[in-house]
């Protein structure tokens, strides 16, 4: 089959990441599945300002450089991007009922188990993993400190900013463990009756799990500890998915949908906590305010952030149950009711989030001047969630 003409453009592509990061290796390992070439460049604070926030007006990664000069951010519009470029290998379910359903998996695992993937991290591993930042990410030139040093300002800053001020205290840490150990479990029974979580090739729930899977729980000590001995059997998949690849999968082979028993405590967690999360961080987005408590199930996470790159998320996951047919709705609502149901993602309708065009790729190109205060105070504090501009 011949190439289309703006895949030829458009390769070979920059992937602009680091090798620690979540959302970086959920990409990498859908490129490296999908075959898609890439070069691989990690950043530094260094170059954080001049090519990330210069191209892509935020200061985070993943994002990827095209041959042709075109920009793409955000690990979830990004996989969207490329299953349009190469549809070949398609991961995202065609089935809709089965594509709504992984869009709203994925987003829980790319927001909700951030929380439990920062905490492990920074609670348990800060000493390796400040070392690492301080290594590879904090560099010299923007930090002219020895690395001790280094690596003690970047467990700082991570600690203060995904522990302390994202609501984790000593009454809730329990259940974010858990939150942890459950999925484990769900994973480990889907994957004991299929090598992916939708049968025999991986498709977006697997890639979406990656970001918290790979690049933390299977990698940071602690957690890959617990990973090893409670579900060596995900410590495998992990693996077998880094190890994929589409011109060696069976891709006319069958999916499966989400009626296996291990979804279930996945799909309570997202209807009974993720959802209302979600729902209360755009309420409160909308009143103006700027931190509000959330109490689940009797846990209270106090004082978290609003966030308003979630109510994107939020309107993002209703448009797609917007889209469905009406029958294809029904059958969401009938797999979802058991679990709590989708009541908290529809009610009130959607809150608009404005930033909808910040997602639209490949990115408009813009100038963004620079100047002396402005970028000292970027390579101090970084873009936060509710900047993206
Ligand atoms: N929604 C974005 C999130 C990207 C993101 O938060 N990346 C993290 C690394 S995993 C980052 O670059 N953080 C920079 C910072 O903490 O300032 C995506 O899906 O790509």
Redesign the pocket.
């Known amino acids: 089959m011949e190439e289309p003409r703006s895949r030829q453009k458009h390769e070979p592509y920059r992937l602009y990441l680091?090798d620690v990061?979540?959302?970086?290796g959920k990409v990498e390992m859908y490129m490296r599945y999908k075959e898609i070439p890439f070069e691989r460049i990690e950043l530094t604070s260094s170059r954080l300002v001049n090519v990330l926030y210069k191209n892509t007006g935020i200061?985070?990664?993943?994002a990827v450089e095209t041959s042709d000069g075109l920009w793409l951010k955000?690990?979830?519009p990004m996989i969207d991007w490329f299953e349009k470029e190469y549809p070949e290998s398609e991961v995202v379910p065609n089935e809709p009922v089965r594509r709504f359903l992984s869009r709203l998996i994925e987003d829980y695992a790319?927001e909700w188990l951030w929380r439990p993937a920062m905490y492990y991290r920074w609670k348990y591993d800060h000493k390796p993993l400040g070392l690492r930042l301080g290594n590879e990410i904090f560099d010299r030139k923007s930090f002219p400190f020895p690395v001790s040093v280094r690596s003690r300002i970047a467990a700082a800053r991570q600690t203060t900013l995904f522990l302390k001020k994202d609501g984790v205290t000593k009454e809730n840490e329990p259940h974010i463990e858990e939150t942890y150990l459950k999925n484990l479990e769900s994973l480990k029974l889907i994957l004991k009756d299929s090598p992916y979580l939708l049968g025999e090739r991986p498709t977006l729930v697997d890639f979406g799990f990656m970001g918290p899977m790979f690049r933390h729980f299977s990698l940071d000590p602690t957690p890959a500890r617990i990973m090893r001995d409670v579900a060596p059997r995900v410590y495998e998949w992990v693996a077998r998915t880094w190890n994929a690849r589409a011109s060696e999968t069976d891709l006319s082979s069958p999916l499966n949908d989400f009626s296996h028993p291990g979804w279930k405590s996945v799909l309570e967690d997202i209807c009974r906590t993720y959802l209302p999360y979600l729902h209360k961080n755009a309420l409160v987005w909308r009143s103006g305010e700027r931190r509000f408590d959330f109490d689940t199930q009797g846990v209270v996470y106090p004082a978290l952030p609003v966030v308003h790159?979630r109510v994107w998320c939020r309107e993002e996951l209703q448009r797609c149950f917007q889209e469905l047919q009406e029958g294809a709705k029904e059958e969401v609502h009938r797999y979802l009711d058991s679990f709590g149901g989708l009541e908290p993602l529809l009610e009130e309708g959607t809150i608009r989030s404005g930033i909808d065009r910040e997602f639209v790729l490949p990115l408009e190109q813009r100038e963004r001047p620079l100047g002396l205060l402005h970028t000292l105070k970027l390579r101090l504090t970084?873009?936060p969630w509710d900047m993206p501009k």
């Open positions: 680091y990061s979540y959302y970086s200061m985070k990664v993943p955000d690990s979830t790319d790159y970084g873009t």
